[in-house]
């Protein structure tokens, strides 16, 4: 059943807010994947805050026209969703990286990375790719503590060696 011009336009609504106030967007091509797999997938994403929404390409190349978004390199074939973070406050690169899990879960035949939006600028495949690779914000303060606090250990280490030899 078609949807009314009204339903359109709320869905299309829908769709530019998730581009303009998200920090990051994700679109995703998805094909065979069962109805109990969505189900747990989007339950998964729901706990981390990001929303997953599937719409007919038309909107989504609609939205992403209202919003200004060049988007002719992408390809959007067959069906299409998008993953998006609520807010702007949220890590920008959560919402790829958690897109890749279920990409790397399903398989690349069942669920593939299209491209999306990130900190206010369309990219593609690949560069969304490697924004999922990206660690969380918090395991990469961990790891700058640790570039920080290891010249330091290494110098207490040289200074008790020192004091353990003068005895």
């Known amino acids: 059943m ?33 109805v109990a797999e969505e189900s747990a997938m989007r339950r998964n994403l729901r706990t981390d805050g990001i929303l997953y929404t599937v719409a007919k390409k038309s909107l989504i190349r609609r939205a992403l026209d209202a919003v200004g978004f060049a988007h002719k390199d992408v390809a959007l074939d067959g069906q299409v969703a998008i993953a998006y973070d609520a807010s702007k406050e949220g890590d920008p690169t959560a919402v790829a990286r958690r897109v890749l899990e279920f990409v790397k879960k399903l398989g690349a035949e069942k669920f ?39 010249p330091m250990r290494g110098l207490v280490v040289a200074l008790s060696a020192i004091s353990e030899k003068k005895g």
């Open 2 to 34: 078609s949807k009314t011009k009204e339903e359109k336009s709320v869905i299309i609504e829908k769709l530019e807010k998730a581009f303009k106030n998200a920090s990051s967007a994700v679109l995703v091509h998805f094909t065979k994947i069962t």
């Open 112 to 150: 593939m990375i299209l491209g999306g939006t990130f900190e206010g600028r369309f990219i593609g495949q690949n560069e969304m790719r490697e924004i999922a690779t990206i660690p969380s914000l918090h395991v990469l303060r961990g790891m700058f503590v640790n570039v920080i606090s290891s």
